[in-house]
């Protein structure tokens, strides 16, 4: 080895041996707990199975014995999925504006914006999920505003239903989607849209071919960046969805309590992580490939 | 007739203002409810301070705030300095082998779902503690440490990445030793820099939630997880007071990290 | 700078501030009177540090992984038995328990703990339903309520996550008996629940704060958190379900690994004296097992409809017995596809 590579090496080490013990080495030990047998009252036991895995999609009826495809265990994986998906295409809705906004804004004044940006992404995630929902209860804000507005005779019920899961879920990651896209909006050669306007192109033909292509890479980081943690999300549908709306985050805990099965607990962790590093590939690459010359 | 801004998108400055109000009514909300004379979060009754005395006063909140600031304190410190070391060794020591592996390590918490790392350091350290008996804080510590570290790394490469490697080379020029060029030279100048990680690093070990909820000993509450544990109780504005509270500190700690990575015009 | 890390060194070994004595209690949410254990920490200067779970369940998951750190841990009278199976929790050394005598004699030579060599009690009380009378105005005594809810409660019910409780009170509602291992009455049981499940709103805990806030408009659930509901919001009433609800009473276990037993003998001494046991039951709204503490109760408990059971439903009362390990697994894997789902 070189002598800067010995160095780098010993520089890095501490650092790599506290990641490996408190953060990725124990991943390997639900690895291995994914394809062990269950315990009698939770724990795990020998010998190795793939019961585990297999128990993700499929069971054993309780009383007939058949097999078939466990369609509670499909629910929740949906669930999961369509609120990381619809997160990640509200959040680009609201926050492509908001990104666009703050990156035509006079040089100085963007750092402000950011800043009013960032803020909410810093506080507690606790914080801001009892504060919506505080907000969409049946005695909060929106449900005030409504009746007394008249729009509605009684209040709606938001909480505890998917949509306040899902409503919860956009306005915690908002603002991971703003920043990344404002990166790319900053890097944007303005003189590319006066070029489109001067071939007679609409407003909406500038924004389809030549911005949106423009900032394709922070497109794809914000997109990802918002579903990666959505997916993943346990706080906000603990708090939100009232236990019957679990998404998977939550039906991991509950093998280790309540439901005792470990193996099919450390499984469906291991599917998480699974495409979360898929997801992240796609990210890789996008990006590289943009800055290849 | 107004002069064409090629700039301009119909619609998206509104949009962008409803995204604002979006982001900060909820948190105004909890914040102006927390100085409500009423136990409510719809009716206000006038303004008081009582929900912090109560706050201020309750032993469980007392405990958990030390706890929580004390980690806090301890992981900042301890990933800020491995960071640097890391950061050093990734961009100081030119392209070796291996070092996309340690890119990939440093980086790990942050792509990992965070309910995946709580369940596996439970198991870990659910086996440590059955088998040595040892209950103290170091758990909350280590986890704690392990997943700041990539976010105080991410300022301080950020900062040598613009620093000027010739500075270092004509303090050796001038016979300083590596150390002495370390401590004179390098370690001065990454201030900015280490004092962002700082900071970063200490926020997000205060806000954490899922990790420490999984990690912690009995009784071993941070503010985060003691209120996450009140919303099965029922819920009083403390919370609210003792999350304006939480978001006052944020937002210092923000502010002075803004103001320190502030591009010098 | 050397002293203040061997300092801190030494505050992570011990993971405890020095020379203070401690108590880890490991009990149900919101059950725990604060001003109990405010007078016991000012009676003995034990520092007790609470925490909570959801469910006998949750208690004995997290107690098995090991490593949990507890001391004092307050299961329901059917779980006892598994504990004790288990090696879990410890016998009572009833010379350092002189107010074991307080323990009232019905309460004293249980089933599931003869002579109450190994629990000392807490609470008791039934599981039933509880609705907000302003929303729905028919019969309450019924587990029909959420099991095959009414349209003006459609979608505005919370069911607790017991599972013992409430497989108890659908296998009632279905015409079984307790602990039964009847496979066409489990499969009834079993649809039933899953029809039922899309009609609630949430399966939480906490029932209290949400029927006070009108989140919900009926829940399954105790008979305190009902009580407490009703205090703050008047339409709130308790149903007894004629069809079977089931009876229970909690009880104070010592773990065989508790590290502060010393503390944990004192703690259990406190509790079996009347004025104590009946700040217990003030605070959770239900009845306890200790002679002589009705006069320290408040006045709301003595003629509470949710404490004192109509005549006309006393029978329909059952005290859950524990139900063999097969009983147990075919309940637990209705209750994990109906958690799932």
């Given at each position: 080895?070189?002598?800067?590579?010995?160095?780098?090496?010993?520089?890095?080490?501490?650092?790599?041996?506290?990641?490996?013990?408190?953060?990725?080495?124990?991943?390997?030990?639900?690895?291995?707990?994914?394809?062990?047998?269950?315990?009698?009252?939770?724990?795990?036991?020998?010998?190795?199975?793939?019961?585990?895995?297999?128990?993700?999609?499929?069971?054993?009826?309780?009383?007939?014995?058949?097999?078939?495809?466990?369609?509670?265990?499909?629910?929740?994986?949906?669930?999961?999925?369509?609120?990381?998906?619809?997160?990640?295409?509200?959040?680009?809705?609201?926050?492509?504006?908001?990104?666009?906004?703050?990156?035509?804004?006079?040089?100085?004044?963007?750092?402000?914006?950011?800043?009013?940006?960032?803020?909410?992404?810093?506080?507690?995630?606790?914080?801001?999920?009892?504060a919506i929902m505080e907000v969409i209860r049946n005695e909060g804000l929106v449900n005030t505003v409504l009746m007394g507005?008249?729009?509605?005779?009684?209040p709606?019920?938001i909480?505890?239903?998917?949509?306040?899961?899902?409503?919860?879920?956009?306005?915690?990651?908002?603002?991971?989607?703003?920043?990344?896209?404002?990166?790319?909006?900053?890097?944007?050669?303005?003189?590319?849209?006066?070029?489109?306007?001067?071939?007679?192109?609409?407003?909406?033909?500038?924004?389809?071919?030549?911005?949106?292509?423009?900032?394709?890479?922070?497109?794809?980081?914000?997109?990802?960046?918002?579903?990666?943690?959505?997916?993943?999300?346990?706080?906000?549908?603990?708090?939100?969805?009232?236990?019957?709306?679990?998404?998977?985050?939550?039906?991991?805990?509950?093998?280790?309590?309540?439901?005792?099965?470990?193996?099919?607990?450390?499984?469906?962790?291991?599917?998480?992580?699974?495409?979360?590093?898929?997801?992240?590939?796609?990210?890789?690459?996008?990006?590289?490939?943009?800055?290849?010359? | 007739?107004?002069?064409?801004?090629?700039?301009?998108?119909?619609?998206?400055?509104?949009?962008?203002?409803?995204?604002?109000v979006f982001?900060?009514l909820p948190?105004a909300t909890v914040?102006v409810f927390?100085?409500?004379?009423?136990?409510s979060m719809s009716a206000w009754?006038?303004?008081?301070?009582?929900?912090?005395?109560?706050?201020?006063?309750?032993?469980?909140?007392?405990?958990?705030?030390?706890?929580?600031?004390?980690?806090?304190?301890?992981?900042?410190?301890?990933?800020?300095?491995?960071?640097?070391?890391?950061?050093?060794?990734?961009?100081?020591?030119?392209?070796?082998?291996?070092?996309?592996?340690?890119?990939?390590?440093?980086?790990?918490?942050?792509?990992?779902?965070?309910?995946?790392?709580?369940?596996?350091?439970?198991?870990?350290?659910?086996?440590?503690?059955?088998?040595?008996?040892?209950?103290?804080?170091?758990?909350?510590?280590?986890?704690?440490?392990?997943?700041?570290?990539?976010?105080?790394?991410?300022?301080?490469?950020?900062?040598?990445?613009?620093?000027?490697?010739?500075?270092?080379?004509?303090?050796?020029?001038?016979?300083?030793?590596?150390?002495?060029?370390?401590?004179?030279?390098?370690?001065?100048?990454?201030?900015?820099?280490?004092?962002?990680?700082?900071?970063?690093?200490?926020?997000?070990?205060?806000?954490?939630?899922?990790?420490?909820?999984?990690?912690?000993?009995?009784?071993?509450?941070?503010?985060?997880?003691?209120?996450?544990?009140?919303?099965?109780?029922?819920?009083?504005?403390?919370?609210?007071?003792?999350?304006?509270?939480?978001?006052?500190?944020?937002?210092?700690?923000?502010?002075?990290?803004?103001?320190?990575?502030?591009?010098?015009? | 700078?050397?002293?203040?890390?061997?300092?801190?060194?030494?505050?992570?070994?011990?993971?405890?501030?020095?020379?203070?004595?401690?108590?880890?209690?490991?009990?149900?949410?919101?059950?725990?009177?604060?001003?109990?254990?405010?007078?016991?920490?000012?009676?003995?200067?034990?520092?007790?540090?609470?925490?909570?779970?959801?469910?006998?369940?949750?208690?004995?998951?997290?107690?098995?992984?090991?490593?949990?750190?507890?001391?004092?841990?307050?299961?329901?009278?059917?779980?006892?038995?598994?504990?004790?199976?288990?090696?879990?929790?410890?016998?009572?050394?009833?010379?350092?328990?002189?107010?074991?005598?307080?323990?009232?004699?019905?309460?004293?030579?249980?089933?599931?703990?003869?002579?109450?060599?190994?629990?000392?009690?807490?609470?008791?009380?039934?599981?039933?339903?509880?609705?907000?009378?302003?929303?729905?105005?028919?019969?309450?005594?019924?587990?029909?309520?959420?099991?095959?809810?009414?349209?003006?409660?459609?979608?505005?019910?919370?069911?607790?996550?017991?599972?013992?409780?409430?497989?108890?009170?659908?296998?009632?509602?279905?015409?079984?008996?307790?602990?039964?291992?009847?496979?066409?009455?489990?499969?009834?049981?079993?649809?039933?629940?899953?029809?039922?499940?899309?009609?609630?709103?949430?399966?939480?805990?906490?029932?209290?704060?949400?029927?006070?806030?009108?989140?919900?408009?009926?829940?399954?659930?105790?008979?305190?958190?009902?009580?407490?509901?009703?205090?703050?919001?008047?339409?709130?009433?308790?149903?007894?379900?004629?069809?079977?609800?089931?009876?229970?009473?909690?009880?104070?276990?010592?773990?065989?690994?508790?590290?502060?037993?010393?503390?944990?003998?004192?703690?259990?001494?406190?509790?079996?004296?009347?004025?104590?046991?009946?700040?217990?039951?003030?605070?959770?709204?239900?009845?306890?097992?200790?002679?002589?503490?009705?006069?320290?109760?408040?006045?709301?408990?003595?003629?509470?409809?949710?404490?004192?059971?109509?005549?006309?439903?006393?029978?329909?009362?059952?005290?859950?017995?524990?139900?063999?390990?097969?009983?147990?697994?075919?309940?637990?894997?209705?209750?994990?596809?109906?958690?799932?789902?």
């Amino acid at each position: 080895m070189t002598r800067d590579a010995r160095n780098a090496w010993a520089l890095a080490a501490p650092a790599l041996l506290v990641l490996l013990v408190g953060a990725a080495g124990p991943l390997l030990v639900v690895a291995l707990f994914s394809v062990m047998s269950q315990g009698p009252y939770g724990g795990v036991a020998w010998p190795l199975t793939l019961e585990g895995w297999s128990r993700i999609l499929v069971q054993r009826d309780i009383f007939d014995g058949t097999v078939s495809i466990n369609e509670a265990h499909l629910v929740i994986m949906w669930r999961s999925l369509w609120i990381a998906a619809a997160t990640t295409v509200l959040t680009l809705l609201v926050g492509l504006p908001t990104a666009w906004f703050i990156g035509t804004r006079p040089p100085r004044a963007r750092t402000l914006w950011l800043f009013l940006v960032t803020i909410p992404f810093w506080t507690n995630l606790l914080i801001r999920t009892f504060a919506i929902m505080e907000v969409i209860r049946n005695e909060g804000l929106v449900n005030t505003v409504l009746m007394g507005l008249g729009i509605t005779s009684e209040p709606i019920q938001i909480l505890f239903t998917d949509w306040a899961t899902l409503i919860g879920t956009t306005y915690v990651y908002l603002p991971l989607m703003v920043l990344p896209l404002y990166a790319a909006i900053d890097r944007m050669d303005v003189r590319l849209l006066e070029a489109g306007y001067d071939l007679y192109a609409s407003r909406w033909g500038v924004l389809r071919r030549v911005i949106l292509p423009a900032i394709r890479p922070g497109l794809i980081a914000g997109c990802v960046l918002v579903f990666i943690p959505a997916l993943g999300a346990y706080v906000t549908p603990r708090i939100l969805g009232g236990g019957t709306n679990m998404m998977l985050g939550n039906f991991i805990e509950l093998q280790f309590g309540q439901g005792r099965n470990w193996p099919l607990g450390a499984a469906l962790s291991m599917l998480l992580l699974l495409i979360v590093t898929a997801a992240l590939v796609v990210l890789v690459r996008a990006t590289t490939r943009e800055e290849r010359p | 007739m107004r002069a064409f801004d090629a700039r301009r998108l119909p619609g998206f400055t509104t949009v962008a203002a409803l995204a604002f109000v979006f982001l900060y009514l909820p948190i105004a909300t909890v914040v102006v409810f927390s100085f409500n004379a009423l136990p409510s979060m719809s009716a206000w009754g006038g303004f008081s301070l009582q929900w912090y005395r109560e706050a201020w006063a309750n032993e469980a909140v007392q405990e958990a705030t030390v706890r929580s600031l004390v980690i806090a304190t301890v992981a900042s410190l301890a990933s800020t300095a491995l960071a640097t070391l890391a950061a050093l060794a990734t961009v100081r020591q030119g392209r070796f082998r291996g070092r996309t592996l340690v890119y990939g390590v440093i980086n790990q918490p942050l792509v990992v779902p965070e309910i995946v790392t709580g369940v596996a350091l439970l198991i870990v350290f659910g086996w440590v503690r059955s088998n040595t008996g040892y209950q103290g804080l170091g758990y909350l510590l280590l986890a704690h440490t392990a997943f700041c570290i990539p976010f105080a790394y991410l300022p301080i490469r950020a900062r040598l990445e613009t620093m000027d490697p010739t500075l270092e080379s004509a303090a050796s020029d001038l016979y300083a030793s590596p150390m002495q060029a370390f401590r004179r030279v390098t370690l001065p100048l990454l201030g900015p820099g280490i004092a962002a990680g700082l900071m970063l690093a200490f926020v997000t070990s205060l806000d954490d939630v899922i990790i420490t909820e999984f990690v912690k000993s009995a009784g071993q509450d941070t503010l985060p997880t003691w209120m996450l544990g009140q919303f099965r109780r029922t819920l009083t504005p403390e919370v609210n007071a003792i999350a304006t509270a939480i978001l006052a500190l944020t937002l210092v700690l923000l502010t002075a990290f803004f103001l320190t990575t502030r591009k010098r015009a | 700078m050397l002293k203040t890390l061997t300092a801190l060194a030494a505050l992570l070994a011990t993971g405890a501030t020095a020379q203070e004595r401690q108590l880890q209690l490991y009990n149900w949410g919101d059950y725990t009177s604060p001003d109990l254990i405010a007078k016991f920490e000012a009676e003995t200067g034990i520092d007790v540090t609470l925490t909570d779970y959801d469910s006998n369940d949750t208690a004995l998951a997290k107690v098995q992984a090991g490593g949990h750190g507890f001391d004092l841990v307050v299961p329901s009278a059917n779980y006892v038995p598994i504990w004790r199976e288990l090696g879990l929790i410890q016998e009572l050394d009833l010379s350092r328990l002189p107010n074991h005598a307080n323990i009232a004699p019905e309460w004293r030579d249980v089933d599931w703990d003869p002579g109450r060599l190994f629990t000392v009690p807490w609470q008791w009380g039934s599981t039933g339903v509880a609705v907000n009378t302003s929303a729905y105005s028919g019969d309450i005594n019924t587990s029909d309520i959420f099991l095959s809810p009414p349209p003006e409660l459609v979608g505005k019910i919370n069911v607790v996550p017991e599972m013992n409780d409430i497989i108890s009170l659908a296998i009632f509602n279905v015409g079984g008996e307790p602990c039964t291992e009847d496979l066409d009455v489990l499969r009834q049981v079993r649809d039933l629940l899953m029809a039922a499940k899309p009609s609630w709103l949430s399966m939480d805990y906490d029932s209290e704060a949400k029927l006070s806030a009108n989140d919900i408009m009926a829940a399954a659930t105790w008979n305190g958190p009902s009580m407490r509901a009703r205090l703050n919001n008047p339409p709130v009433r308790f149903g007894y379900p004629q069809e079977g609800f089931p009876l229970w009473m909690d009880s104070v276990a010592l773990l065989s690994d508790a590290r502060n037993v010393d503390e944990a003998y004192e703690f259990l001494d406190f509790i079996m004296a009347p004025e104590n046991a009946a700040l217990i039951s003030n605070y959770a709204r239900y009845a306890n097992g200790i002679t002589g503490s009705e006069q320290y109760m408040d006045e709301v408990m003595r003629d509470a409809p949710e404490i004192v059971i109509p005549e006309e439903l006393r029978g329909a009362g059952v005290f859950l017995p524990t139900c063999p390990a097969s009983a147990v697994d075919l309940y637990s894997r209705i209750w994990t596809e109906l958690q799932g789902s």
